[in-house]
């Protein structure tokens, strides 16, 4: 017989810790996918605000908000909006759609894109630029974009139609974080 004392775990005894340290992964795995949609929405938000921000100055200098139409959808309005912040080429009815402003000094140095890198001239709820148009004098603009999570944000921000009449674009419901600055229509 054997008196020595074996030493080490039994496989059962190592099947259960594996069990034990997977479920406890998996748990930490879904708590973080919710920070991570947090994250993309806090990020979501300042982009908002930043470029809020570049279009008052675009005003200052310029007297009215870019106007950025001829696209197939109002997401399209992005691809252009990005080139005339940037360059100041397509900012129609300044200069004609596709002239260029005299001394142009850029309002931003990068337009943020979505964190998840969706492509903004398609419908994905990527950012939307809502151009003004001559029924507003020029003097209008609406932004809007798709978050992930039922953000704090959604209780301050513009709700209500974002292009049509009871198009619900702009609603907490779904997630849709709007900003309107003399908004008409």
């Not at 979501?44 to 921000?53: G, M, N, V």
């Not at 596709?98 to 398609?122: E, F, G, R, W």
């Not at 419908?123 to 209008?140: L, W």
Request: proline fraction near 4%; charge should be negative.
């Amino acid at each position: 017989m054997f008196t020595e004392n074996q030493k080490g775990f039994t496989l059962i005894e190592l099947l259960v810790v594996i069990s034990v340290i997977g479920f406890l992964a998996s748990i930490i795995l879904v708590s973080l996918n919710g920070v991570r949609a947090k994250a993309r929405d806090a990020k979501r938000i300042a982009d908002l605000k930043q470029i809020t921000t570049a279009l008052e100055l675009f005003y200052d200098n310029y007297g009215k908000y870019p106007r950025t139409l001829g696209m197939p959808s109002w997401e399209g309005h992005w691809l252009k909006f990005k080139t005339c912040l940037l360059t100041g080429v397509g900012c129609q009815e300044m200069v004609g759609d596709n002239s260029v402003i005299a001394n142009y000094q850029s309002v931003l140095a990068k337009v943020p894109d979505d964190p998840l890198n969706k492509t903004p001239d398609v419908d994905d709820g990527s950012i939307t630029y809502f151009p003004p148009y001559n029924a507003c004098n020029d003097q209008m603009y609406a932004l809007r974009v798709q978050l992930e999570t039922d953000h704090p944000v959604l209780q301050s921000d513009s709700d209500g139609d974002f292009y049509t009449t009871n198009d619900t674009l702009c609603s907490d419901a779904t997630y849709q974080y709007c900003i309107k600055v003399n908004w008409c229509r």
